[in-house]
C-alpha cells in the first residue's frame, strides 16, 4: 500500500467498518495498521504465526484481567485480549496525517470524574491506614475515572482525539489509537513497559509526578520537587519492582541507567532504564512482567488483592498494555521483537460513553489531598487535548512580545542544577545493580545449592540472581510447592520476604514457619529474610510488634554484627528486644511439642531445646535488624533491594556464617 495518498486512506478508515490503528512513535510518522480482529484468551494464544507457520505481525489490546494468569485476583469484566492481526501497514508523514485528520472538537455530557475528590481522598487514607499499615505492601495504585457521554460517530471522534493527542501532548512514548467494531482506545502513553529487541529486554519504570504550575515548569520548581523523600522512593520503590521482573526474565538480571525527566505537557516525570538479556518468547516476557508496579502496586500479586478490594469496578484496559510483536526474520532466537507500552493516559470510548481512567501512587507518606491532585494532573494532559478542560496557554516572559512566536526551550534535564539532583540519586543506590551483570557461578559458594522460598514477594527473584553470583546453584519455590524432602535436600535454604502479619495463621504463614523450623531445629543451614526473620525471631521466642510508621522503602545505616551497612527497609512488623540486647541464649518450644512435625533428628526434652542467638538491633529501639546463630541467620532489610548499598557485602557475611 505504499505510495498512497494519506488523504483519502485516512478518510476511508473515518467512513468505513474496518478496525484499525494508527500509532505514533518516533516523531515523524504515522504508522497505518489495518487487518483482522481475533480475540482470545490467554497470552500464549497471540497468532503469531499463520496457519503454515509464517510470522506475522499482531497488535494486541492485553486487559487488566490478564493478572488471572498469574493467579491474581481481578474484578473480571471479561473485556477481551484483543489482536488486531495486521494485514498491511503504512507510514505517512506525520504533518500529511495530522492534515487529513478531523479537527472539530467533540462535544462531551455530564462529564466529571465518577468518585469525587472528597471519596477518593477517604480511599487514600483507608489504604495507608488499613493495607500500608498493617503490612499489605509498600505502594498500591487506586484508580477513579473521568466519564462523560459522547453523541458524534465514534470513529470521527477516535481520529479526531488522535490528532488533539498528537498537536498537544509531547513527550509521548506512543501516540495511538486502536479502533474495533465495538471498542476504541484513544491515548498518549509515557511509558514503555516491556521492549524486547534483539535479545535484549528493557524496561522503563516512570514514577513521580510534578504537576506544572500555570505557565510551564521552570528549574526552580522542578528541583523543589526533586528534593521530595516521597517522590524520590516513589521511584525507588518501582525500579525494586520492575528488578524483580527483570531478574525473572533476563539470564543478566538486569541493569540501571538513569534517573532521566519525562516532560510533558502538564507533567514532569522522572525515570531509569532497565537493560538485560533474555532468550523467551515475548509472550512470556509480557506474562513474567504483568503489569507495571507504576499501575498495579508492590508487591504485585498482594496489590492485585488490594485493587480488588478497594476499586469497587473492573479496570478494563487501564494498566494492561497494548503490545506489538512485530516479525524480527529470526531462525534461531525469538522469531518477533515486542513493543509495548503501558495503557495509562487514554481515553476508551464504548456505547457512545467516554471514560479515561487515572490513579495515584499511594505511598506510606502520601497526602490524601496531593494524591487527588495527582489524578487531576495525569488527567489533564488527556482531557486538556480533547477539550475536556481548558489547555494551558504559556505565560511569556516579563517584558517578551506576547504576539511573537515562542522561542524552543531548552530541557530542564539540561540545566545543570537539574542534572546534579538526578545524578545525586544514585549515590544512593546499590552498585550491584548500577554495573553490567553476567554471574559465571564461580563465587565463594561455588558447588552449592540454595532453595528460595517464595512468600508471595518477587524480591526472591532478585535474592536468586545475587546468589547465582555467589556461586550458588540457586532454585526459586513458592511457598505452597516447597515440599519436605526439598526443603532438606538443599545446602542452604533461604526463606523469603512476603507481605502481611507475621502472627496470623493463614495457610501461607504456617508454610514458612514450618520451612523455618525444619531448617532451624535440623541445625540445617538457614537465611531468614524479611517476613521470614520475623517468623524465625517469633521462633527463637522474641516478641514481634507493628512499627509505629512503616518502614516501606526506607534507607537506613544499621550496625549488622560490627559492620555498618546501609540497607533498604520494606516492613511494617518488626522483631523486638530490650534496648541493648547483644546475645541471647533462647529456649525455645520445638514445633514438634505445637503439634507440627519437623522430623528434627535432634533429642528435644519436653519439647523444648536450647539455641544460642546474637543480636543485631538498634540501640535505642530494641528492633531487631539482624539475628545469627548456630546454622542460621537472618535479615530485616533487603539485601537485594537497590536501596542496599552494602547488600552484597552483608548477604556473603551472612551466609557465610550460616554456611
Known amino acids: 500500500m505504499t505510495g498512497l495518498d494519506p488523504s483519502p486512506l485516512l478518510s476511508d478508515l473515518a467512513a468505513g467498518s474496518a478496525p484499525f490503528a494508527l500509532i505514533a512513535r518516533d516523531g515523524a510518522t504515522v504508522e497505518v495498521l489495518t487487518g483482522d480482529v481475533v480475540d482470545v484468551e490467554l497470552l500464549a494464544d497471540i497468532p503469531l504465526t499463520d496457519a503454515d507457520g ?7 489490546l492485553v486487559p487488566y484481567r490478564q493478572v488471572r494468569e498469574r493467579g491474581f485476583v481481578c474484578h473480571d469484566d471479561g473485556a477481551p485480549l484483543r489482536c488486531l492481526v495486521i494485514g498491511d501497514r503504512v507510514s505517512l508523514p506525520r504533518a500529511e496525517a495530522m492534515a487529513s485528520l478531523p479537527s472539530s472538537p467533540v462535544p462531551l455530557a455530564d462529564a466529571g470524574f465518577d468518585i469525587s475528590d472528597e471519596d477518593y481522598a477517604r480511599i487514600v487514607r483507608r489504604v495507608i491506614a488499613d493495607e500500608i499499615g498493617r503490612g499489605e505492601g509498600a505502594n498500591f495504585v487506586i484508580r477513579r475515572d473521568f466519564v462523560a457521554g459522547v453523541d458524534v460517530d465514534p470513529r470521527i471522534a477516535a481520529l479526531t482525539w488522535f490528532r488533539a493527542l498528537l498537536e498537544q501532548e509531547k513527550g509521548a512514548y506512543w501516540t495511538f489509537a486502536v479502533v474495533t467494531d465495538d471498542h476504541i482506545a484513544v491515548g498518549a502513553s509515557p511509558e514503555a513497559h516491556v521492549s524486547a529487541k534483539d535479545g535484549v529486554v528493557t524496561m522503563n ?16 520548581t522542578l528541583a523543589e520537587f526533586l528534593r521530595s523523600t516521597k517522590e524520590t522512593e516513589e521511584l525507588f520503590m518501582v525500579v525494586d519492582e520492575e528488578l524483580k521482573m ?31 538479556s533474555s532468550d523467551l ?30 476499586e469497587t469496578v473492573p479496570r478494563g484496559y487501564y494498566s494492561g498494555v497494548a503490545a506489538l510483536f512485530t516479525p524480527n526474520g529470526s531462525v534461531e532466537g525469538p522469531t518477533h521483537d515486542l513493543d509495548a507500552p503501558i495503557l495509562i493516559r487514554t481515553a476508551y470510548l464504548v456505547d457512545g460513553r467516554l471514560r479515561v481512567p487515572v490513579g495515584a501512587t499511594l505511598v506510606r507518606h502520601s497526602d490524601p489531598d496531593g494524591e487527588v491532585g495527582e489524578t487531576h494532573g495525569k488527567a489533564a494532559g488527556v482531557l486538556g487535548a480533547i477539550g475536556a478542560i481548558p489547555r494551558d496557554v504559556p505565560v511569556a516572559p516579563e517584558g517578551a512580545d506576547a504576539d511573537a512566536p515562542a522561542a524552543p526551550r531548552r530541557p530542564l534535564a539540561e540545566d545543570p542544577a537539574i542534572a546534579e539532583l538526578l545524578a545525586s540519586r544514585n549515590d544512593r543506590l546499590a552498585p550491584f545493580w548500577m554495573n553490567p551483570q553476567d554471574p559465571d557461578g564461580s563465587g565463594p559458594f561455588a558447588g552449592r545449592t540454595a532453595l528460595v522460598v517464595d512468600a508471595e514477594d518477587r524480591f526472591t527473584t532478585m535474592l536468586a540472581h545475587q546468589l547465582r553470583h555467589l556461586g550458588l546453584d540457586t532454585r526459586i519455590v513458592h511457598w505452597s510447592q516447597a515440599s519436605n524432602d526439598e526443603v532438606d535436600a ?15 495463621d493463614s495457610p501461607r504463614m504456617s508454610a514458612m514457619r514450618r520451612v523455618v523450623s525444619r531448617r532451624l531445629f535440623r541445625h540445617a543451614p538457614l537465611l531468614a529474610v524479611c517476613l521470614s526473620h520475623q517468623i524465625l525471631a517469633d521462633q527463637l521466642g522474641i516478641d514481634l510488634a507493628p512499627l509505629a510508621q512503616p518502614h516501606q522503602g526506607l534507607q ?15 516492613n511494617t512488623f518488626t522483631a523486638r528486644v530490650a534496648p541493648g540486647t547483644t546475645e541471647r541464649g533462647i529456649v525455645v518450644e520445638s514445633i514438634t511439642a505445637r503439634g507440627e512435625s519437623t522430623g528434627a533428628p535432634l533429642p528435644v526434652p519436653e519439647g523444648r531445646i536450647e539455641i544460642p542467638a546474637e543480636v543485631a538491633a538498634d540501640p535505642e529501639t530494641g528492633d531487631v535488624y539482624a539475628l545469627r546463630g548456630p546454622a542460621f541467620a537472618s535479615v530485616q532489610g533487603h539485601l537485594e533491594s537497590i536501596l542496599s548499598r552494602d547488600g552484597m557485602r552483608t548477604l556473603e557475611r551472612l551466609i557465610a556464617h550460616a554456611l
Do not use: W
Open 490 to 504: 538443599a545446602d542452604l535454604v533461604i526463606s523469603g520476604p512476603g507481605p502481611g502479619d507475621p502472627r496470623d
Open 556 to 570: 537506613k545505616s544499621v550496625d549488622v554484627f560490627g559492620e555498618d551497612a546501609s540497607i533498604g527497609f520494606y
Open 281 to 310: 518468547d515475548p509472550r512470556d516476557i509480557l506474562r513474567e512482567t504483568m503489569f507495571a508496579p507504576t499501575v498495579t502496586g508492590s508487591p504485585m500479586q498482594n496489590a492485585c488483592t488490594v485493587i480488588a478490594r478497594h
Open 205 to 220: 519504570p516512570i514514577s513521580g509526578t510534578f504537576r506544572h504550575p500555570a505557565g510551564g515548569a521552570t528549574a526552580e
Open 246 to 276: 527483570m531478574s525473572a526474565v533476563c539470564s543478566d538480571g538486569g541493569r540501571i541507567t538513569g534517573p532521566h525527566l519525562k516532560e510533558m505537557s502538564r507533567l514532569t516525570h522522572t525515570e531509569y532504564m532497565l537493560r538485560g
Open 54 to 60: 509464517v510470522a506475522r505481525e499482531v497488535l494486541a
